[in-house]
């Protein structure tokens, strides 16, 4: 039983245009929504969130949208750069009995071309 | 500042034996997570501290896996009598109390069961 789904392994951008990264969660008790971004032989690398009362928020090129009607989560990246590509994960946060465990997505690779 | 280490990188053990990986959280970090990621996979949560209290062991797979943080600090992931489904990359992660969502992962720990 999968909460959170990154339907898309992987997704190829050319550079300058816009990258869209979806999640697909199935839990409403979720309250904090993160993106990280890991690349090979690291660990993952927090980018950006947003919390349960919000639907939008911005930090640079990176924008976090959060629809909680259609249970749905999106990263964009605008415009992206080839320093970009790495795998990106969605997590999050339920709260209450789960307080500090982060649900996390399988991952999708984004590759940015030159 | 340094951030979260961990030992060794990879682990390569026969089926039956014991390992323990390190986790060094960042100094400050009160609360202090491990999860499990296989291939092609996101974490999965493993256990929580909070300080040298576990506060939630929900996703330690068996008995066979135990955690501790004795003093509050430096963190231990104990499996023994490993089994070839254990093979996978365990993930430490550091976090302040005021933002608990927003945890930093150490490098990983590579660790193949023979």
């Known amino acids: 039983d999968q909460q959170v789904k990154q339907n898309s392994p992987s997704l190829s951008v050319q550079e300058g245009r816009i990258s869209i990264l979806n999640c697909d969660y199935t839990n409403s008790m979720f309250d904090y929504f993160l993106w990280y971004k890991k690349y090979p032989a690291e660990g993952p690398t927090f980018l950006i969130s947003i919390s349960s009362i919000k639907d939008k928020n911005e930090d640079g090129r990176f924008t976090v949208f959060l629809n909680k009607s259609a249970k749905h989560l999106s990263l964009h990246i605008v415009p992206s750069q080839p320093g970009d590509s790495a795998v990106y994960f969605c997590a999050l946060h339920a709260g209450g009995t789960s307080y500090g465990k982060l649900t996390f997505g399988q991952g999708t690779i984004l590759t940015v071309h030159p | 500042g340094a951030g979260v280490s961990q030992s060794p990188r990879y682990k390569v053990a026969k089926r039956g034996q014991d390992v323990a990986l390190r986790c060094d959280p960042i100094?400050?970090?009160?609360?202090l997570f491990w999860y499990q990621q296989a291939l092609g996979q996101g974490p999965e949560f493993l256990t929580y501290?909070?300080?040298?209290?576990?506060?939630?062991k929900s996703g330690l797979p068996s008995d066979r896996f135990f955690a501790e943080r004795p003093e509050g600090s430096v963190s231990t992931l104990k499996i023994q009598r490993t089994q070839q489904e254990d093979s996978a990359v365990y993930l430490c992660?550091?976090?302040?109390?005021?933002?608990?969502?927003?945890?930093?992962f150490g490098p990983g720990t590579r660790l193949t069961v023979t």
């Open positions: 992660a550091s976090s302040l109390a005021s933002s608990i969502y927003e945890q930093y």
């Open positions: 100094s400050g970090h009160v609360s």
């Open positions: 501290f909070q300080n040298e209290a576990q506060l939630d």
